[in-house]
């Protein structure tokens, strides 16, 4: 799909959603970001880990909203960045670490 249609929370709705199982932290966190954010997409999959949800994305399966983990780089999905999609947990990164992740993603082939 278009990167268009995701450019309001409303886009969620409904949409078959991977996520984190029931008992993992992670779900309950999203869980109070789609609250927050005022959708309600409807869970289809559920994983305990990013990379194990960006493989079932991979597999077209549906959708998914996770952090940008190594196992989700290593995944051929498409990965957006909405404007509205804020509130999550950020973490900091030593600029030694920040010029090899650049260096990475300059070199990255994607398939």
């Not at 990167?3 to 929370?9: G, K, V």
Request: hydrophobic residues 45%; aromatic residues 8%.
């Amino acid at each position: 799909g278009d990167s268009a249609a995701y450019d309001s929370p409303a886009a969620l709705n409904g949409a078959p959603l991977i996520t984190f199982r029931q008992d993992y932290p992670m779900a309950r966190l999203l869980a109070e970001r789609f609250a927050a954010w005022g959708c309600t997409p409807h869970p289809v999959h559920y994983a305990y880990s990013e990379a194990s949800i960006a493989r079932l994305v991979a597999e077209g399966l549906g959708i998914a909203v996770v952090a940008e983990t190594d196992g989700v780089f290593g995944c051929p999905v498409r990965r957006l960045r909405p404007a509205w999609l804020t509130g999550g947990r950020t973490r900091l990164v030593s600029t030694a670490a920040r010029a090899l992740q650049a260096l990475v993603l300059e070199r990255a082939e994607i398939r």
